[in-house]
């Protein structure tokens, strides 16, 4: 979970361990990547375009994708809107504001969904 917002992460990281998945929260890029080093069973990655530092949550999305391409993705945001071909191929855009029920259903689908 990468959002610079720490209200916004707070109640997505809780809302998804209400239902039983474990949520590493992360504030930036450089943050997000040094969690995804430390737990390499990460299997999901729910990031914000919009965050301070050298990298907005899409370039984060395609270099975790190419590192890690076990890892799925879901970019959100609330100030631009991203093409699916703007996204790895693994990638789904969540528009802000999205309740947290829409949320846990994507994170579900895409943690439990077929595997290649």
């Not at 209200?7 to 890029?29: P, T, Y």
């Not at 080093?37 to 729910?46: E, K, N, Y």
């Not at 999305?61 to 993705?73: G, M, T």
């Amino acid at each position: 979970m990468v959002e610079d917002e720490p209200l916004v992460r707070m109640v997505a990281a809780d809302a998804l361990s209400e239902c039983g998945i474990m949520a590493w929260e992360a504030a930036d890029a450089d943050e997000a990547l040094e969690v995804l080093d430390r737990h390499p069973r990460i299997g999901l990655l729910f990031t914000d375009v919009d965050m301070p530092g050298a990298k907005d949550g899409l370039e984060l999305a395609h270099e975790v994708s190419n590192a890690r391409p076990d890892v799925e993705l879901i970019v959100t945001s609330g100030a631009v809107s991203v093409a699916d071909e703007a996204l790895p191929d693994n990638g789904t855009f969540l528009p802000k504001p999205y309740p947290t029920h829409r949320l846990i259903d994507l994170v579900v689908r895409k943690l439990d969904g077929p595997k290649e």
